[in-house]
């Protein structure tokens, strides 16, 4: 099992950009689907984006499709998500997920969680 830390986040203007990292330790880390989700203070969670262990199959939320990007380097055991555009709204703790299920589409899919960074959008 692969344990996950999240880096980058911080204090960002809107329309800005912003790129946090999560790095796995662990083995086998490109059998594992990943995913970033956020949680803004009052709010659940919500799934931004995933992307299969080749990075063949990536997919996004509707309010960040365009704006963010997921990637992984499998040779660094790291998953990245680059937040350009940003706004106000994507205020929020930011967490990486890995999952087992291929396709995972609830959180209770993904059994391994990183602590979480958070991203503050201002005006």
């Not at 083995?27 to 990943?34: A, I």
């Not at 890995?98 to 602590?115: E, F, I, K, N």
């Amino acid at each position: 099992q692969v344990q996950l830390v999240e880096s980058g986040g911080g204090l960002v203007q809107a329309g800005g950009s912003l790129r946090l990292s999560c790095a796995a330790s662990g083995r086998s880390f490109s059998t594992y689907f990943m995913g970033w989700f956020r949680q803004a203070p009052g709010k659940e969670r919500e799934f931004v984006a995933r992307i299969s262990g080749r990075s063949f199959s990536r997919n996004y939320a509707d309010s960040v499709k365009g704006r963010f990007t997921i990637s992984r380097d499998n040779a660094k055991n790291t998953v990245y998500l680059q937040m350009d555009r940003v706004k106000p709204e994507d205020t929020a703790v930011y967490y990486c997920a890995a999952s087992r299920v291929a396709l995972p589409t609830t959180p209770d899919q993904y059994d391994t969680w990183g602590q979480g960074t958070q991203v503050t959008v201002s005006l």
